[in-house]
Nanobody, 126 residues
């Protein structure tokens, strides 16, 4: 499956953005057990988990920094996954990537994800 992330941009602190992840080559629904996640990576830092969704059950998972501010959701008809980000702060500035993996359990480890999009830049000004 090929992924393409979009929706990044420049926003003031306290603002919102919605990121989109479009899949092609295979539909999310064709997998019986599948996870789609968002990670972010700031300059000089490791790629970090932000949120994930289990496609078969719709269960969602969030990093502590994202809880209460971000919402991950999916649209099977459009083969899209979204990340709604509210109350953004300068610490959220990073390149955001969507990624997928098959499996029966959630993990926040980037190395467990095998398909990645190209990333979209999010910059939050103070």
């Amino acid at each position: 499956v090929q992924l393409q992330a979009s929706g990044g941009g420049l926003v003031q602190a306290g603002g919102s953005l919605r990121l989109s992840c479009a899949a092609s080559g295979r539909t999310f629904s064709s997998f019986s057990r599948y996870f789609i996640a968002w990670f972010h990576q700031a300059p000089g830092q490791e790629r970090e988990f932000v949120a994930a969704i289990s496609w078969s059950g719709g269960r969602t998972y969030y990093a502590d920094s994202a809880k209460g501010r971000f919402t991950i959701s999916g649209d099977s008809a459009k083969n899209m996954v979204y990340l709604q980000m509210n109350s953004l702060g300068p610490e959220d500035t990073a390149v955001y990537y969507c990624a997928t993996r098959g499996g029966n359990y959630h993990t926040s480890q980037a190395g467990a994800y095998d398909s990645w999009g190209q990333g979209t830049q999010v910059t939050v000004s103070s």
